[in-house]
């Protein structure tokens, strides 16, 4: 299995420094927060995941932007990441594909989510996040001690 890891900087006014490796294969990505809270959907992205639904995240470059898509197939999930000059998903080029359980695909970005509430950053650096259902979420993954 390839090995997923999603690290961050510090925000400012708006703007996330990610990176994300998969495999030793590494891209960073500096997403706003305009329009869309792209670490809100994420925790929503994982829930619909895990629980059987495809999903997507927005990260918006201004104009271009990345999209993940988590596609579950049988018991496993599909990490599909495309770059898409201005945003355009319907022109998007696949950037890494990667596939395998739900915990193998979906718990690193848990945990990375996990990492960034510990922070909590607030405006103008960053705007809030629901983390009301992150327990229900990590249940729906599928691990239930410890992480």
């Known amino acids: 299995m390839q090995r997923i890891q999603i690290r961050h900087d510090a925000p400012s006014h708006g703007w996330l420094p990610l990176r994300l490796s998969v495999s030793g294969h590494e891209?960073?990505?500096?997403v706003s927060d305009v329009p869309n809270n792209p670490i809100q959907e994420l925790?929503?992205?994982?829930?619909s995941a895990a629980r059987g639904r495809e999903?997507?995240?927005w990260?918006?470059?201004?104009?271009?932007?990345?999209?993940m898509r988590f596609s579950p197939i049988g018991d496993e999930i599909n990490l599909l990441l495309e770059f898409a000059a201005a945003s355009n998903s319907s022109r998007a080029e696949d950037v890494l594909s990667v596939q395998g359980s739900?915990?193998?695909?979906?718990?690193?970005?848990?945990?990375?989510l996990r990492d960034f509430q510990s922070y909590d950053y607030s405006e103008p650096d960053w705007?809030?996040?629901d983390y009301g259902r992150i327990a229900a979420v990590k249940e729906a993954i599928g691990v239930s001690h410890g992480y």
């Not at 891209?27 to 500096?30: E, G, L, V």
């Not at 990260?59 to 999209?67: A, Q, R, S, T």
């Open 127 to 129: 705007p809030s996040v």
């Open 27 to 30: 891209i960073d990505i500096i």
């Open 43 to 47: 925790l929503e992205a994982l829930e």
């Open 102 to 112: 739900r915990v193998e695909i979906l718990l690193p970005f848990w945990r990375f």
């Open 59 to 67: 990260l918006h470059l201004e104009p271009d932007g990345y999209f």
């Open 55 to 57: 999903a997507s995240v």
